[in-house]
Nanobody, 125 residues
């Protein structure tokens, strides 16, 4: 199926913004739901946000609602995660993911079939 490649992570201060990008192989995941997950040190990987390529329906974890926005650029086969008002608790490795299931199922706990390699986001206080 090819690789999902994340970019855009880095070290920022609390209150800053950051945008992550996930590039998908052209056309490979066009019928999939795309999502972002994160894994903080010592914690399990957790759902952050998901979107459908078709229609653009979005879902968010409660802890990021109002601060994070997931979007897609179908022409570029790229999914973005715009993060505002970052907090130290947002520090984690952020993973892009693709799933044959509806994005609502990702929000409900379904594990994706495909993962990117992850990008580190560190928020200092």
């Amino acid at each position: 199926q090819g690789q999902l490649v994340e970019s855009g992570g880095g070290l920022v201060q609390a209150g800053d913004s950051l945008r992550l990008a996930c590039a998908a192989p052209r056309g490979t995941f066009s019928k999939y739901a795309m999502g972002w997950f994160r894994q903080a040190p010592g914690k399990e990987r957790a759902f952050v946000a998901a979107i459908s390529w078709i229609g653009g329906t979005t879902y968010y974890a409660d802890v990021v609602k109002g601060r994070f926005t997931i979007s897609s650029d179908n022409a570029r086969d790229t999914v973005y995660l715009q993060m505002h008002n970052l907090e130290p608790d947002d520090t984690a490795i952020y993973y892009c993911a693709a799933s044959e299931a509806h994005p609502a199922k990702l929000a409900a706990g379904r594990r994706p079939s495909y993962w990117g390699q992850g990008t580190q986001v560190t928020v200092s206080s």
